[in-house]
Nanobody
Framework: QVQLAESGGGLVQAGGSLRLSCEASGRTFSTLSMGWFRQAPGKEREFVAAISWMGIDIDYADSVKGRFTISRDPAKNTVYLRMNSLKPEDTAVYYC?????????????????WGQGTQVTVSS
């Protein structure tokens, strides 16, 4: 069973930066594709970013392109989401997700494992 542990959320002013981390355990990290999703109050969960097994395939939601960067460190079994130029509309609970498939993609149905979520709040 894969377990995911997120960290790094918090309160930041608009224009600021945060880095989210998600450590995976229970399966060889190199055989997990990873994704980040978020859910704002009263809204559905939405795709943020995804990365394939070896980090070759990467995708971002249009709303975060050029501001967010997803990366993975196999030595630490960890995937990161670097978030720059944060906006109030980025406020949400951010979830890490994992899939045993080469690339989980932008659909939440492509992922089998989910973290508990970490709150990101951007003040104006």
């Amino acid at each position: 069973q894969v377990q995911l542990a997120e960290s790094g959320g918090g309160l930041v002013q608009a224009g600021g930066s945060l880095r989210l981390s998600c450590e995976a355990s229970g399966r060889t990290f190199s055989t997990l594709s990873m994704g980040w999703f978020r859910q704002a109050p009263g809204k559905e969960r939405e795709f943020v970013a995804a990365i394939s097994w070896m980090g070759i395939d990467i995708d971002y939601a249009d709303s975060v392109k050029g501001r967010f960067t997803i990366s993975r460190d196999p030595a630490k079994n960890t995937v990161y989401l670097r978030m720059n130029s944060l906006k109030p509309e980025d406020t949400a609970v951010y979830y890490c997700a994992a899939s045993p498939r080469y690339y989980g993609g932008s659909d939440s149905g492509g992922y089998d494992y989910w973290g508990q979520g970490t709150q990101v709040t951007v003040s104006s």
